[in-house]
């Protein structure tokens, strides 16, 4: 794993940017994971300023949803594909066809699962991902195993509780369903981000603890292009 430790939130989002931007004009047809939560929201308004002004383009990317809570009402802002929508889809020229997300509304969500991993087809060229306080990449929650599958999943009580800052309806989600991490080992690239004083412990805890899935974001560490991209206040017990 490669740390990419910045002095300031603003040189972090400024750097993940400039480097997305590049990534996407190498490639402009990168299937791309891209998740919800906080911490990708700065870099997503200013991916979107680099759309509107012209200088970037998701006409040929795909984008695939990284998971979503399972139990929400279809309308609730905190469904990963409403917070993806508020903060990136609706700014960006990606076309409605080249988007996946995960359906957990459908009445068959292990089926949704499976043609979801399929249509990754030939593998995601570049994830992006958050990291949970309690060491989770996506809904993959402590204890998966490196080659699990797209798959329903059953939530961590503190993945339940981070739910709260984003939900609106009073029941907070219980599971959901997730890119599995066999999938986001595939990728051709990954980036791990974590911003805030929130995060220390479990950067700390990823970059000086073992490899185990007890913390399944340290089972990224061994890909080779891998990139932990951290800010002043989440680096700040390393
Ligand atoms: P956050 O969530 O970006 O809102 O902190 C990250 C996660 O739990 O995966």
Redesign the pocket.
Known sequence: MNVLRFDSEASWVQTAAELFAARLRERPGSRLCL?A????LPLYQRLAEEVRRGALTFAQATIFSLDEYGGLAPDDPGRCASMLRRHLLDHIDLPAAHLHQLDTLASDVDEVCRRYDASIGAGLDLTL?????NG???LNEPGSAADSATRRVALHAQ?TE?AA??VRGAALPTWGATIGLRRLLESREIWLLARGP??AHIVERLVRGPVDASVPASLLREHPRCWLFIDDASASRL
């Open positions: 998740p939560g906080n911490t990708p991902l958050g990291i949970g306080r989770h990449v996506g993945s981070a800052a984003y929130a995060k």
